[in-house]
């Protein structure tokens, strides 16, 4: 390993977990797209099984391109290791499911993405995990949602799409009171714009389908485990058995006595993927690599692009609110400042003056922005939150959440910026345009 | 399993089972603000496969209670403690590091509890540079990353200790993070660089060890190059070097070549 000191995100991201292939000699990663990996003898096969010896027996555990994705996320957000998985639902999915089950409860952000509020408000209830949302900013909520049986605090770094920015340090210490973890979702950020664990929170999970991935190809999550939560520490009151009580699951193994830091990942893949089989593909787990060896350079960008976007749309006549923490009315404006300061991301929304209607034909005029459900593309991304991501969720929980029946998502992407900057300039006179006669528009 | 030992409770990590006498003892120590935790491959591994294993947090680590141990010899003293507490008389002592200057003081002055002597990424003297020193006082966080950009040979290590998956640059920090954490009431990061850099029997401790003695040592380590353990190497009665491509902590970033060495010398 070159050099005196820990190397750089830049070669992190390019570096981090390969090698060339000791067989081949290749220099890009494999693809290893094979079910399973031959034994040398019956005593390496029990050994791999017992955890003796490390090493590949099936993909749904482990693959050796997926192991330098782990590797890779792990090293860039300052993690222990990772697991990849089938999609973001399916991280966070794991990550709750190893550290509890029916009979427990987490305190979330109300100001999450709609399908991690479908996962807790309905479905997770359904198998005896209640949730209670709190105001991100609401520290006192926090604190007062604690109850004897929470095992989670769970928020996202930057909300989507109002763009609430967690208060890392405050809430993660609020939660190590209770003597329980602090997961976030850092799909919005990534790395690059903010390493959550280094600011109090002990997991972190991503959808690797946005910004890691980079190009709108392809579906992943990934899991890190910062190391840092202690599961037999004295202020966790023995409520994490998964992790220090003996799993008749897997050789009676005590997680926290095999690793001291490590209890976490050990049991989420040797039960969560084992069992809820939620595995990535060899070839997802290649191209979200590919992705990530240029997240530096594109996260500039994604950055440099919103920031003339939003300084366009925030002086524009037609524009009523424009909800990015780089502006000063925006609420989180100077934790953004403290925590993000290479920008709080290009995931954001804004609202048309107007009526439904403007908003419709404003959509509907863009020519360079796709609209579709999905944000961190590599080109830039539209789409009205109400009637699409946040579309099962009540408009009181909507509102909670900083959106309002009007709200124009964006995704920006790596364009040119003047093209769309013409491409909103174009869209939002087709919505001036389009108001009503009576209102006396022209 | 917690030990009482030297008046204090001693965490050993037995692989899940309890000792039985009929089989031959593994002790494997670890190194400066480390744990137990370090072997995890290789002691589930002497666990199943007919040993009876005793890997330690020493005193004042971890899960260990008791004071740190201020010299190799103080440590040196709990380990064969710990032999008594568990009734063992005779075993293989597996040191890494500090742990292998614990593992010959050991061997040195109680030949007749040691069958075997490993000593995993050692050298004679094992002196600490003064920034280090000072820094593990100063600026504990600083002193951990240079430790771990010493100790790691590779930004690409094969499967290891989690498994695959596991970043072991982050590992090897979050652990010395919380071993540190883990005692309020010493610094045993500096505590333990000191025990290394003041320990000065090594060439006459060698002399009286009178089992066999394997230097498992990494070729690309540059906490303790292989250089700088030819001193013990020379001076050992029935030494044996198996050379491994990693850096200093080669149990994690070697994995399988360690074993296979641990394996071949303690069947002898």
């Known amino acids: ?442 | 399993m917690i030990y009482t030992v030297q008046g204090a409770p001693l965490y050993v990590y037995t692989g899940g089972k309890a000792v039985d006498v009929s089989k031959p003892t593994a002790v494997f120590i670890h190194g400066v603000l480390n744990d137990h935790s370090v072997w995890i491959l290789q002691t589930r591994y002497f666990a199943n496969h007919g040993w009876n294993v005793l890997a330690l947090d020493l005193p004042g680590h971890g899960r260990s209670g008791g004071k740190a141990p201020a010299s190799v010899q103080e440590a040196a003293r709990s380990v064969i403690a710990l032999l008594d507490a568990a009734g063992v008389d005779k075993a293989i002592l597996i040191g890494h590091s500090f742990g292998s200057l614990i593992a010959m003081h050991a061997a040195a002055e109680h030949p007749e509890r040691v069958s075997q002597l490993v000593m995993v990424g050692t050298a004679y003297p094992m002196r600490v540079s003064p920034a280090l020193l000072e820094n593990s006082i100063s600026n504990p966080s600083k002193a951990i990353d240079m430790v771990n950009v010493f100790s790691h040979s590779t930004l690409a290590p094969p499967p290891s200790a989690l498994g695959p998956g596991t970043w072991l640059l982050g590992g090897s920090k979050a652990l010395m993070r919380r071993i540190l954490a883990s005692n309020p009431n010493e610094n045993v990061f500096n505590i333990g660089f000191k025990a290394c850099d003041q320990y000065d029997q090594g060439e006459t401790d060698m002399a009286k060890v009178l089992c066999a003695t394997l230097f498992l040592l990494g070729s690309k380590d540059q906490m303790t190059p292989p250089k700088a353990a030819q001193s013990l190497i020379q001076q050992a009665r029935d030494g044996r070097v198996a050379l491994v491509k990693a850096g200093h902590q080669l149990m994690v970033e070697a994995p399988e070549e360690s074993l296979a060495a641990l394996i071949a010398f303690c069947k002898k």
């Not at chain 1, 997926?66 to 999915?93: D, F, K, M, P, Y």
């Not at chain 1, 419709?360 to 944000?375: D, G, T």
């Open chain 1, 1 to 442: 390993m070159p050099g005196y000191s820990d190397p750089g995100f830049d070669t992190l991201a390019l570096h981090a977990g390969a090698a060339p292939d000791p067989a081949t000699g290749a220099r890009a990663v494999p693809i290893h797209l094979t079910t399973s990996f031959v034994f040398e003898s019956t005593d390496q096969a029990a050994s791999l099984f017992n955890l003796e010896r490390a090493g590949h027996v099936y993909s749904r555990i482990s693959n050796p391109t997926n192991a330098v994705l782990e590797q890779r996320i792990a090293a860039l957000e300052g993690g222990i290791g990772a697991i990849a998985t089938a999609s973001g639902q399916a991280a966070l999915h794991l990550a709750i499911t190893t550290l509890m089950g029916a009979g427990s409860h987490i305190v979330a952000s109300s100001a999450l993405y709609g399908g991690s509020h479908n996962l807790l408000h309905y479905t997770l209830r359904r198998f005896g995990i209640d949730t209670t949302f709190v105001k991100p900013g609401d520290l006192q909520a926090w604190r007062d949602a604690v109850q004897p049986n929470t095992k989670l605090f769970f928020g996202e770094t930057v909300g989507n799409p109002g763009m609430d920015v967690l208060d890392l340090a405050a809430v993660s210490q609020i939660a190590h009171q209770a003597g329980v973890p602090l997961l976030v979702d850092a799909t919005l950020t990534s790395p690059w714009l903010m390493k959550p664990l280094a600011h109090g929170a002990d997991l972190v999970v991503h959808s690797a389908t946005k910004f890691l991935s980079g190009h709108g190809t392809v579906i992943g999550g990934l899991v890190v485990d910062g190391g840092s939560f202690d599961w037999s520490g004295p202020h966790t009151q023995g409520k994490f058995e998964e992790l220090t009580q003996a799993y008749a699951g897997f050789h009676n193994m005590v997680f926290t006595e095999e690793s001291t830091v490590g209890a976490f990942l050990l049991r989420a893949r040797r039960e969560g993927l084992r069992d809820f089989g939620a595995c990535m593909s060899p070839h997802t787990a290649w191209l979200i690599l590919q992705g990530i060896e240029t997240l530096p350079l594109r996260m500039a960008r994604h950055v440099s692009n919103t920031e003339k976007v939003v300084s366009y749309l925030a002086a524009h006549a037609m524009v009523s609110r424009v909800g990015h923490p780089m502006l000063e009315s925006h609420p989180s404006h100077a934790l953004a400042k403290q925590l993000l300061p290479r920008g709080a991301g290009s995931v954001f929304s804004f609202d048309i003056r107007g009526t439904r209607q403007q908003g419709r034909a404003f959509i509907e005029a863009l020519q360079v922005f796709s609209h579709l459900a999905n944000v961190g593309d590599c080109r830039s991304l539209v789409i009205h939150p109400a009637s699409t991501t946040h579309f099962r969720v009540d408009d009181e929980t909507l509102k909670a959440s900083g959106i309002g029946p009007g709200t124009v998502r964006l995704s920006i992407g790596l364009e040119d910026p003047d093209d769309l900057i013409d491409d909103l300039k174009r869209a939002l006179k087709a919505a001036e345009k389009a108001a009503p006669a009576a209102g006396g528009a022209a």
